[in-house]
C-alpha cells in the first residue's frame, strides 16, 4: 500500500470529544482555552516512575503498550485538553543508523558521535520509516484507540538543527561549539546533514498521521544557540520546509493537520517563525505574551508560554500567573502550555492547579467578552 491510500484509510477510531485544542490551534472559539504541558508524561508522576522503573529508556519507547499507558497516565489525573505522544526525539538518529543510550543522570549519548563531514557516510540517507520507526506508528494507533477520543494525540518531532547538534555533539552541550564549529567550517557537509534530516522528518510525521496523530509539534529545543543569522540559514530554511511538505501532501490525502513549531529561546525570529507554514507558535518564558501578540500581528495562534519554575510556586499564586498570562495572550488563538517540558521534581498537585485555574479564568474571561 503506498503512503498515501495509508493517509485517507479510516482506521475506525472513536469519536473526539473535546476539540478545543484542534480549534484554538485554528484560530477559531472556544469555551475555554485548551491546555497541555510539555513533558506532561514524565518522572513528576509517580506512576510513570514506577512504570519506567529497571527499564531501559529506548526500550520503553520501542513499546507501544508502554508508550501508550505513560501517555494516558496524565489523562487520568488532570483534564488536559490534549495527549502528546510518549517518545523520543533521538529516535530518528537511531533510525538513521546511530547508536543512542539514555544513561542515567547524564542523559542521552551518543557513543559515536559524527565528528568529521567523511562521518555522513556512515548514516542511512534513504530511512524506511516504517520499518525504523514503524513502531512509534504502532504506538500512535494504539493509544488514539486507548484514548477513547476524550482529547486530540499530538505527533511531534525534533527539528534538523537540534537533531544535527545532538549527533554531533553526542549528548548535552552547553556551547554546543562542536555542533557550531561544523556551521562555520563545514557549511556545505552542515547542510547536507540538515537536508537529509529533513527528507527522514516529513516521511516520520506524514507516517504519523497516517497512523492516527491529529496534530504535530516539531521542536526545535536547540535554536538558543543559534544567533539570528544561523538561525536563518540553518534552521528556518528546515523549518519550513518540513511544514510546507507535510502540508502538501496532506493536502492530496484531503487531510489537514495543524503543526506547531517550538524553537525555543528564538525570540529574535519570532516574525519569521509566525510566517513558517505553522499554524501554531510555541514560546518559551522568555516572551513577554502581548507583545508576542503583536509581534506575530495574529497570523499565528499561539502556545506556551509560564515558565515550568513558576509550578514552585504556591496554588494562589500559581492561579494569578496563569490570569496575568490569558490577559497578555487573551483567549482566542491561544493554547496553554509551559515554556518548556515539566521539571521532574514537580509536585503532581501543582500540574493540576495550573491546568484548573487556565480552565477557570478563561471561561470567565470568554462569558465577559
Ligand atoms: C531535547 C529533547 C529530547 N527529547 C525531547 C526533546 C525536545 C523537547 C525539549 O526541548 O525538552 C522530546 C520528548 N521527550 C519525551 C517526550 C514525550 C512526551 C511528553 O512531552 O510528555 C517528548 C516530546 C519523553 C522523555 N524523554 C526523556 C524523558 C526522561 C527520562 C526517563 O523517562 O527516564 C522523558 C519523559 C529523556 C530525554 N530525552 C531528551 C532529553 C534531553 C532527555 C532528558 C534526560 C534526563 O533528564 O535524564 C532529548
Not at 537540534?162 to 547542510?191: C, D, F, V
Amino acid at each position: 500500500m503506498s503512503k498515501q491510500e495509508n493517509l485517507i484509510l479510516p482506521k475506525d477510531f472513536p469519536q473526539l470529544k473535546n476539540d478545543t485544542f484542534l480549534r484554538a490551534a485554528r484560530g477559531e472559539e472556544t469555551e475555554h482555552v485548551p491546555v497541555w504541558c510539555m513533558r506532561q508524561a514524565g518522572r513528576y508522576l509517580p506512576e510513570f516512575r514506577e512504570s519506567r522503573a529497571g527499564k531501559d529508556f529506548f526500550e520503553t519507547c520501542q513499546s507501544p503498550e508502554a508508550c501508550c499507558e505513560l501517555t494516558l497516565q496524565p489523562l487520568r489525573r488532570f483534564p488536559f485538553d490534549a495527549a502528546i505522544i510518549f517518545s523520543d526525539i533521538l529516535v530518528v538518529p537511531q533510525a538513521m543508523g546511530m547508536d543512542v543510550q539514555m544513561v542515567a543522570g547524564k542523559g542521552p549519548t551518543f557513543p559515536e558521535p559524527l565528528k568529521e563531514p567523511e562521518d555522513l557516510q556512515r548514516l542511512q540517507v534513504k530511512v524506511d520509516t516504517d520499518k525504523e520507526l514503524g513502531y512509534v506508528f504502532r504506538a500512535i494507533t494504539l493509544t488514539r484507540h486507548k484514548i477513547e477520543g476524550k482529547v486530540p494525540l499530538i505527533g511531534f518531532s525534533g527539528a534538523p538543527w537540534t537533531l544535527m547538534s545532538y549527533m554531533i555533539e553526542g549528548g548535552g552541550s552547553n556551547t554546543h561549539s562542536k555542533a557550531k564549529r561544523w556551521l562555520y567550517q563545514h557549511p556545505e557537509a552542515s547542510h547536507m546533514l540538515l537536508k537529509m534530516l529533513t527528507d527522514v522528518i516529513v516521511e516520520y510525521l506524514l507516517g504519523q498521521v497516517a497512523a492516527g496523530a491529529q496534530a504535530l509539534q516539531v521542536f526545535e529545543s536547540h535554536a538558543g544557540i543559534l544567533g539570528p543569522a544561523e538561525f536563518k540559514d540553518f534552521s528556518l530554511p528546515y523549518l519550513r520546509d518540513i511544514a510546507r511538505r507535510v502540508k502538501d501532501k496532506l493536502k492530496e490525502a484531503g487531510q489537514d493537520v495543524p503543526m506547531i513549531v517550538f524553537a525555543k529561546d528564538a525570540h529574535y525570529a519570532l516574525e519569521e517563525l509566525s510566517q513558517s507554514n505553522y499554524e501554531v507558535v510555541g514560546l518559551d518564558w522568555t516572551i513577554d505574551p502581548l507583545s508576542a501578540r503583536e509581534r506575530t500581528g495574529g497570523k499565528v495562534s499561539l502556545q506556551g508560554n509560564m515558565d515550568p519554575c513558576a509550578l514552585y510556586a504556591p496554588k494562589e499564586r500559581i492561579s494569578d500567573i496563569v490570569k496575568k498570562m490569558l490577559e497578555g495572550f487573551g483567549t482566542r488563538g491561544y493554547i496553554a502550555n509551559l515554556g518548556h517540558g515539566v521539571y521532574p521534581d514537580m509536585e503532581p498537585e501543582n500540574i493540576g492547579a495550573f491546568v484548573e485555574a487556565v480552565h477557570q479564568h478563561s471561561k470567565q474571561m470568554i462569558k465577559q467578552i
